[in-house]
């Protein structure tokens, strides 16, 4: 016990300059999605409007369209990095990705679901996009009780798989039903955080919130039990009472990244993975560095998918569909699983 | 795939037309028969046929101009049935696919007598449709300001309604005068330079200055302009970044979604702000049209439509 709560200590203090690279660089990340766009205003000229000189267009662009997506692409980012490291540690599972194992799915089935039956407003989205998380989230620990399968991090990979294939062609259907919503679901679906006004910040900062708060809660447990569940009881846990408040966390923040973004895949994937390259396995040390990690893969995502298909837009969900891809590939190959 | 094949089926094909009609009335089979140019080679038809399965927008718009019977028809796109301005005129028309995609088994069930087909038919999908009827596939450049004219007249002649297709015609271009005059009347000369838009959710594209209803608006004396943003041969530019909006600033704006409802389109875009510092949104000179008619229709009938809506817009202007 004493040694343990040592070793937080000391593991916060080693980790400083790792957070402080990772921090300057989500800093460059920011300042190229202000100086970067699909439009004729460069990287030149925003730098000059940033820097005092008078542009209205320019100043137009960076205050009312590159900003606001910033925010919402650092916001989802946090999120999605965040759930992505929670659940991976949880199922104890490299693979365990919100998007792989079907709970974005699941949001964006709910929220392609009200769409057709007609929903607008940026707040039913946003509760609904929570509830379509959390009954995913359900399946996916269903899932991991199916005998063997929990232990099986590609099984379980297979069984996700099986479930977004599921409701994607539950997604299309609903395409078919009403042409006049597949439109906008199509859309939906791919990702983006082109042209969303930071209003809809408003709805979905109060559950990130929440569910910050239960990160909180649950980061020293979740590590004891690591060690395996005899010894978190032994440390003084409930097993069962920890996963529950890491399911709503997981619920919580996948639900608002969709209710942003839209069902991003791979960034739970990649930001954890890239997040233990730099400090190992203990979720806590993780947890930090995902804070800086995670906005910064959306996004650079976002920045590339400006820049790629100027003067359209690449979707934000094929550029990090593009980038996690290869993650995926590298960590089912590297042999032995890295076990958490 | 083999061009005697192709010949061989020609003939069989045409064979199984004159039977067909021989079968179908007795006695008009000496009615005049007329060669089409079309995209598959030159097509025979005589006789004025009764049956008709549309799979074009174009087509049946056509083929409800010049009064043919029609048996079937394909929906518009973004919607469930027939455009709404055509509907009236359509009633309760048999359904057989989309623009995308024709159901085989439903055009056989409608027992056509002619098909009038899309332009950019495929090979295969002509083929399989010759076997059930004659298959009237344009070839005729499209994208161009007389297009839909040469479609017109082209499935007229097929319909043997060639005469009616000249005054239909006529008709459209006296009311493009008459809309003309009044747009002449109405906004000085330097006033007139226009944008058709397609507001989506992943952003807002541009239609082609050579889309049917662009060149309808350049009829009337507005001057439609892309800004260069379409790659050739296409009618409409990727979605573009909403950095790009104020590229496309013009006097007017022609702004419509894929659905029907202009209207939902406009209070969507509104609530963008690159949209709503556009010059043309502060002159309140945004006019919401529907999506079916001014980006998927073609045909007399839909240009007529579409000089309404001009004429509804530009008589709305304070004096």
Redesign the interface.
């Given at each position: 016990m004493n040694a343990l709560s040592a070793n937080r200590v000391l593991a916060s203090r080693e980790l400083l300059p790792q957070l402080l690279v990772a921090g300057i660089f989500l800093l460059l990340v920011i300042l190229a999605s202000l100086l970067l766009g699909a439009g004729p205003i460069s990287a030149h000229v925003s730098l000059e409007t940033l820097t005092g000189s008078t542009h209205p267009d320019a100043w137009f662009v960076i205050s009312e369209l590159r900003f606001p997506r910033t925010v919402i692409a650092v916001v989802t980012g946090l999120a999605l990095g965040l759930a992505g490291a929670l659940l991976q540690s949880m199922t104890r599972n490299p693979l365990a990705e919100p998007g792989l194992l079907g709970v974005s799915a699941g949001s964006g089935f709910a929220v392609a679901l009200a769409i057709l039956l007609g929903a607008s407003t940026a707040t039913l989205t946003t509760v609904v996009a929570q509830l379509g998380a959390l009954a995913g989230c359900g399946l996916v620990i269903a899932a991991t009780r199916v005998q063997g399968l929990g232990n099986d991090p590609v099984r379980l990979v297979l069984a996700g798989a099986t479930l977004s294939g599921l409701l994607l062609a539950l997604t299309s259907m609903l395409m078919l039903i009403d042409q006049r919503a597949a439109d906008e679901i199509r859309f939906w679906i791919t990702g983006s955080v082109a042209g969303k006004p930071l209003a809809v910040l408003a709805t979905t900062l109060p559950f990130i919130g929440m569910a910050l708060m239960l990160v909180l809660a649950v980061a020293k447990p979740l590590a004891a039990m690591s060690l395996g569940e005899k010894a978190a009881v032994g440390l003084g846990h409930h097993p069962g009472r920890i996963r529950l408040m890491v399911t709503l966390a997981v619920a919580l923040l996948v639900g608002s990244a969709t209710a942003l973004a839209g069902p991003l895949i791979f960034v739970g994937l990649v930001v954890p993975f890239i997040t233990r390259a730099i400090a190992g396995p203990d979720i806590r040390r993780t947890l930090w560095l995902c804070l800086p990690v995670g906005p910064a893969v959306v996004l650079g995502a976002d920045v590339v998918s400006r820049l790629v298909a100027a003067p359209a837009e690449m979707p934000l969900g094929v550029v990090t569909a593009l980038i996690g891809a290869p993650v995926l590939l590298a960590i089912v190959r590297a042999g032995r699983m890295p076990s958490l | 795939m083999s061009r005697p094949a192709t010949v061989a089926l020609n003939v069989l094909q045409r064979c199984f037309t004159i039977l067909v009609l021989a079968g179908l009335s007795s006695g008009a089979v000496t009615a005049d028969t007329r060669s089409l140019d079309t995209a598959f080679g030159p097509l025979e038809i005589s006789g004025q046929p009764k049956r008709i399965v549309t799979l074009y927008e174009g087509a049946l718009d056509t083929a409800l101009a010049v009064g043919a019977h029609t048996v079937g028809a394909v929906?518009t796109?973004?919607?469930?049935h027939v455009a709404d301005y055509i509907k009236p005129a359509a009633g309760n028309i048999n359904i057989v696919g989309t623009p995308g995609e024709t159901n085989i088994e439903a055009v056989l069930a409608a027992q056509p007598d002619l098909i009038l087909a899309a332009p950019r038919t495929s090979e295969q999908q002509y083929r399989l449709l010759s076997r059930l009827a004659p298959v009237v596939v344009p070839d005729i450049p499209m994208f161009e300001a007389d297009t839909w004219k040469r479609e017109t007249r082209l499935f007229a002649r097929a319909m043997g309604r060639a005469d009616q297709a000249e005054q239909v015609i006529e008709q459209v271009e006296a009311r493009i005068a008459e809309v003309a005059s009044l747009v002449r009347e109405r906004i000085p000369a330097d006033q007139r330079n226009a944008t058709l838009i397609r507001w989506?959710?992943?952003?807002p594209l541009v239609m082609a200055e050579g889309l049917f209803s662009a060149a309808i608006i350049q009829a009337t004396g507005f001057r439609p302009n892309s800004k260069g943003?379409i790659k050739p041969g296409r009618p409409h530019?990727?979605?573009?970044?909403?950095?790009?909006l104020?590229?496309l600033d013009q006097n007017w704006m022609f702004l419509a979604?894929?659905?029907a409802?202009g209207d939902k389109a406009l209070a969507a875009a509104r609530?963008?702000?690159?949209f709503a510092?556009l010059n043309a949104v502060q002159a309140n000179q945004v006019i919401a049209v529907s999506g079916q008619l001014w980006t998927s229709a073609s045909g007399p009938l839909a240009a007529l439509a579409i000089l309404d809506d001009i004429e509804a817009a530009v008589l709305a202007l304070q004096p």
């Open positions: - | 929906i796109r973004g919607g469930n989506m959710p992943q952003g943003l530019s990727e979605p573009l970044s909403l950095e790009n104020s590229g979604t894929l659905n409802d609530k963008s702000p690159a510092r």
